[in-house]
Every structure is written in C-alpha cells, then in structure tokens.
C-alpha cells in the first residue's frame, strides 16, 4: 500500500481551460475527501464520498467544480473554465467509515495564468 | 460551527531549543485533535492525535495534549531540530468522524536555525 496518490502533481492551464485531478485512495477506505489549499492558508474541505456517493459538498465547490468516484475507487476532480482564483493546491484524502485519521495524499497544484 | 485557532507565525528558533505551538479550538460535543506537517511543496502527513480528553499523542518526539477545561491542544517538543522546519497545522473532526472531515487553522510556518 503507497498511499493516496495523486496525478498530475503540478498543472499550468491558462484561464478558461478545462483541467482534470486524478486521486487514487489508499486501498479498502471508503471515505474519499477533496480540500483545497491555497497559500499561506489551511486546507478546506470541498467533498466528500462514501464509497460512490457523493455526501457532502462545501458552498466553496461552485458549478465550475464537479467531483465523481464512479466506482468507489478512485476520483477524479474537474475544475471547468478556470479562473485566475482557482490556482491552488488541490489535496486528496482517505479513511475507513470507521476510522477518525485521514489520510492525505501529496496534493496537486493548479496554477492558472 | 467549529473552529481552529493557531498561533501565528513564523516561529524562528535555534537548534535544540523548546518549541511550543498553541493550538485551541471551538466544536460542540467530544472532537478528535490531530497535528499534521507539511514540508514544502508536500502534502499533510499526520503527525499525531488525541481522540478523548486528557490524552496524549507523541510520535518522533512531538507531544500533544487534550486539554478540554482550555479547549486546547498545543504541540511541543523538548529539542528541535533543522529537519523539523515545516509548517504545523492543527485540526479537529466531530466525534465519530463529522461528513466534513476536518477543519483546520491557518498554520504555522515553523524555521528551525543550525
């Protein structure tokens, strides 16, 4: 077991591209979380799935966000007609239903020009 | 709703100094406490974590204790190291493991000097 895992772990796109975060959990956790963090600042939650379903959502994760694990595995997070705004470090999380430590992976950076 | 409140930074010591970082916190009911660092350009890694009152996490030297009468949570050790040079972030979930995850403070940027 490696770990959350996380892919690409940096991305340059320019304003009003598509870009797409790939985040592979540690193996048999069904809690899947995705935080944002930008400088200087904690991490803020933005989802949460258990297993394929998606419970919870922060006010932070606008239309432009959309989040899927479609088979309760892995997820992805896709940002849609990025704004300068968006640059930020997009972490990946996982833990068991019954477990109260999560785990974070090495996050990804989106910078946006 | 909860919150976490970190002392500012950066804290700057020398060598094998005593290092403290307040952390203390607003939740209703029982909430688990962790620290996590993240070295530059990392992710979070768990550093420790209490889960009920009066316990104490530790783990390479680094202790915490949950000290609900002062909703707090300050990290210490007793020598820092220049390897220890990072940002501490302190966190809370809601007992059992809130929807949510964790909330965490702003950090604190953390420079250990030779």
């Known amino acids: 077991d490696t770990g959350v895992s996380q892919d690409p772990r940096h991305k340059i796109t320019k304003r009003g591209q598509n870009v797409t975060f790939r985040c592979d959990p540690i193996?048999?956790?069904?809690?899947l979380y995705w935080y944002r963090q930008t400088l200087g600042q904690g991490p803020e939650f933005l989802t949460y799935?258990?297993?394929?379903?998606?419970?919870?959502k922060s006010r932070l994760l606008s239309d432009r966000f959309s989040a899927e694990r479609p088979k309760g595995s892995f997820s992805t997070l896709e940002i849609q007609r990025t704004e300068q705004g968006d640059s930020a470090m997009y972490l990946c999380?996982?833990?068991?239903?019954?477990?109260?430590?999560?785990?974070f992976g090495e996050g990804s950076w989106l910078t946006v020009v | 709703g909860n919150s976490v409140t970190q002392m500012e930074g950066p804290v700057t010591l020398s060598e094998e100094a005593f290092l403290t970082i307040n952390c203390t916190y607003t939740?209703?009911?029982?909430?688990?406490l962790f620290w996590y660092v993240q070295y530059p350009g990392e992710g979070l890694q768990l550093l420790l974590k209490?889960?009920?009152?009066?316990d104490k996490g530790s783990n390479k030297g680094f202790e915490a204790t949950y000290r609900k009468e002062t909703t707090s949570f300050h990290l210490e050790k007793g020598s820092v190291q220049v390897s220890d040079s990072a940002v501490y972030f302190c966190?809370?979930?809601?007992?059992?493991?809130?929807?949510?995850?964790?909330?965490f403070g702003k950090g604190t940027h953390l420079i250990i000097q030779p």
């Open positions: 999380a996982s833990s068991f239903e019954t477990g109260i430590t999560i785990y």
């Open positions: 193996s048999e956790h069904n809690r």
């Open positions: 799935f258990q297993n394929e379903a998606q419970l919870e």
């Open positions: 939740a209703t009911g029982y909430p688990s």
């Open positions: 209490a889960t009920k009152a009066d």
């Open positions: 966190a809370l979930s809601d007992e059992g493991g809130g929807a949510d995850g964790l909330t």
